[in-house]
């Protein structure tokens, strides 16, 4: 080897180490890497737990049917424990291990900070979780979800209150978090369109043990409904508590409330809560093999273990149109919409909200959440 060629042979292998080395810059280009980011840790890890569930499996069976344009996904996993200042440095994190896209966060309060992150890199980011409206009310283009408003929900929860519970005391409480704020007070506004008097308003602490200071309130003030917005572990806390104090009020609450975790801290005192969701996807008959795969691994596909992995759908369908991962070219096929998912066929509208069926009522019994009877 002369001189000359031995620059050469130098300046290549230089080269090759300044993008981590040739052998690994060719095994990226057969990958596409994607996450999903929410509470994997924390008071919160059960919906973590739905969105790790749903996503791996997303990730296996997309792949096992030949990937994104003949590339395998391979998927992050980002724990914000429903943080925001935690969301950002996850971000950041995914950001560095080149991910294109996001199925994430989970908590309202994390998505809206994360999502900035995101829009600076030019990464499409997919909430299944995320309902505060101040999400999608920014005009930025990256970031969408496949669940539903908490204008919707407190519009639906309203009604509901309203309709159902005539002549009764009503109480409103939240734990000061953006979602459960939001969603405090999107019900707020509607139950007083709808000349619904309340009886007392109040707010809590996240992540405590000890109600009993709101529970004495809303004894003393002879409240029949409680609203709650908030998570399922403080509304779980909330609903032994009330019952331990001889309360027989009745618990009304949104879609945070959708783990099994909730029946685990009330057990039978849990019994007649009701609560807001999407409707629940392991309804639909074309799902029922997919149900069934997650049953014989362990999970009853609960809460957001669909809406993750549909959100992943979405994604992969988008990028096979795109004929690649640029995302404003995902963001046009995004726009047209019609994509087929374990959710139904779903689109977006300008904002990035879904373009689906609303939300419904669900009633904690026998250990179970189902369709309200009422």
Not at 189 to 209: D, F, N, S, Y
Not at 329 to 358: H, M, W
């Amino acid at each position: 080897m002369n001189l000359k060629t031995l620059s050469i042979f130098s300046l290549l292998a230089a080269a090759c180490l300044a993008v981590a080395g040739c052998d690994s810059q060719k095994s990226d280009s057969n990958v596409i890497v994607i996450a999903t980011a929410g509470p994997m840790t924390g008071q919160y890890a059960s919906f973590g737990e739905q969105m790790r569930t749903g996503a791996e499996q997303a990730v296996k069976d997309i792949n096992a049917a030949g990937g994104v344009l003949g590339k395998q996904l391979k998927l992050e996993i980002g724990d914000d424990q429903c943080d925001p200042k935690q969301a950002v440095a996850v971000a950041n994190q995914l950001v560095n291990k080149k991910v294109r896209f996001v199925a994430g966060h989970f908590c309202s309060g994390s998505s809206i900070p994360a999502s900035q992150v995101y829009q600076s890199e030019n990464i499409i980011m997919i909430s299944p979780g995320s309902t505060n409206p101040k999400l999608t009310e920014r005009g930025m283009g990256n970031v969408y979800r496949v669940c539903g408003r908490d204008d919707q929900q407190g519009k639906v929860a309203g009604d509901f209150i309203a309709d159902k519970f005539k002549g009764k005391r009503i109480a409103v409480v939240h734990d000061k978090q953006a979602y459960s704020q939001g969603l405090a007070e999107e019900t707020t506004k509607q139950l007083k369109k709808r000349g619904v008097e309340i009886a007392l308003t109040g707010t809590v602490t996240p992540k405590e043990k000890d109600y009993s200071a709101i529970v004495t309130r809303l004894k003393a003030n002879n409240i029949d409904i409680l609203f709650y917005g908030g998570y399922h572990a403080e509304a779980g806390l909330i609903v032994r508590q009330m019952r331990e104090q001889g309360l027989a009020t009745r618990m009304v609450s949104g879609d945070a409330l959708v783990t099994q975790e909730f029946w685990s801290i009330t057990g039978k005192l849990g019994e007649g809560t009701l609560m807001t969701f999407s409707p629940d996807p392991r309804k639909n008959p074309k799902v029922a093999p997919l149900v069934e795969t997650f049953k014989k691994q362990g999970s009853n596909a609960e809460g957001y273990t669909l809406y993750t992995y549909g959100a992943i759908q979405v994604f992969a369908q988008a990028a096979k149109r795109a004929g690649g991962v640029d995302s404003a070219k995902i963001r046009a096929e995004l726009a047209k919409g019609g994509f087929e998912t374990v959710l139904g066929t779903i689109g977006f509208d300008g904002k990035g909200d879904v373009t689906a069926p609303g939300y419904v009522f669900y009633e904690w019994n026998g250990g179970k959440y189902d369709y309200t009877k009422l």
